[in-house]
């Protein structure tokens, strides 16, 4: 369910709407993530996870591991913005798509 690239106005900044798509299935590493959106510069994907997890829609989880692992998740803030999106890609799809 894409749909991120429809929306008449975005949620959050230019790329937020992606990770929550790219978050929408469960817990992902950087590099996962980062695999689904190779058009979003590593730098941007940080600044953006980094944001997000500031405004409480994603959490982050360290590993003490050798080479380090990190990953990410949706928080129930993030699930809710999630479900906010479904209802804009459904109302863009409803009045925006031509068919």
């Known amino acids: 369910m894409g749909c991120t690239h429809e929306l008449p106005y975005q949620i959050g900044d230019k790329w937020t709407a992606h990770v929550l798509r790219g978050l929408q299935d469960g817990r992902r590493r950087f590099g996962e993530l980062r695999a689904g959106m190779s058009w979003v510069t590593p730098k941007v994907l940080a600044e953006t996870l980094r944001a997000m997890e500031r405004e409480g829609t994603v959490s982050r ?4 591991e050798n080479p ?4 990410y998740e949706l928080t129930a803030h993030g699930r809710k913005v999630l479900g906010l999106l479904d209802l804009c890609c459904d109302w863009a799809r409803e009045n925006l798509v031509e068919t």
């Open 68 to 71: 380090p692992r990190v990953e």
């Open 61 to 64: 989880e360290a590993f003490e």
